[in-house]
């Protein structure tokens, strides 16, 4: 589902105007973003969590020239965990 399906889905369930949905969902994307940003974590109970995780530096491979070792520095991912309800609907 891409994000056009997403807002057309949304607006057939709640009611709302396409183009009342897509401003919905881009203001919800842009609030995870900015907390997000923040070092803060989004949860949803039933739902799921939004959260950023550090990445430690480590040492990795050249796969171009397997004999080369190269550094990879520490970054942060921002990663998305399931909740309970979610994994239950999922494997029904």
Known sequence: MNKA???AK????????????????NAFMETVEETLVEGGKVQLVGFGTFDV???????????????QVIEIPASKAPVFKAGKTLKEKINE
Do not use: F, I, Y
Not at 10 to 25: F, H, I, P
Not at 53 to 67: A, I, L, V, Y
């Open 5 to 7: 399906e997403l807002v």
């Open 10 to 25: 949304m607006a057939e369930l709640s009611g709302l105007t396409k183009k009342d949905a897509e401003a919905s969902l």
């Open 53 to 67: 995780r550090e990445r430690k530096p480590r040492k990795g491979r050249n796969p171009r020239d397997p004999e």
